[in-house]
């Protein structure tokens, strides 16, 4: 069956695609590391899924910085 794509995702969602707390994801958000709106009489956070999206790739860059800056056994070689 084909999974459909929302717009937009709750917290748990959040926090189960990037396989991390609903905790984490909350700071994520309140951060501002993570954009989010606020939505209903209680307030509930939801995450636009482009949003997602985008922080993921942002950090797949910000990992390939660390690692071209930080190449594995560079310490470790005696030449």
Request: hydrophobic share 40%.
């Given at each position: 069956?084909?999974?459909?794509?929302?717009?937009?995702?709750?917290?748990?969602?959040?926090?189960e695609?990037?396989?991390?707390?609903?905790?984490?994801?909350?700071?994520?958000?309140?951060?501002?590391?993570?954009p989010?709106?606020?939505?209903?009489?209680?307030?509930?956070?939801?995450?636009?899924?482009?949003?997602?999206?985008?922080?993921?790739?942002?950090?797949?860059?910000?990992?390939?910085?660390?690692v071209q800056?930080h190449?594995?056994?560079?310490?470790?070689?005696?030449?």
């Amino acid at each position: 069956m084909a999974e459909t794509t929302r717009r937009f995702l709750l917290l748990s969602d959040v926090a189960e695609i990037l396989n991390i707390s609903a905790a984490q994801a909350y700071a994520l958000v309140r951060s501002g590391e993570l954009p989010a709106i606020k939505i209903g009489g209680r307030g509930q956070w939801r995450v636009e899924s482009s949003a997602l999206e985008q922080y993921i790739k942002e950090a797949y860059e910000r990992t390939r910085a660390f690692v071209q800056a930080h190449p594995f056994g560079a310490d470790e070689e005696g030449d």
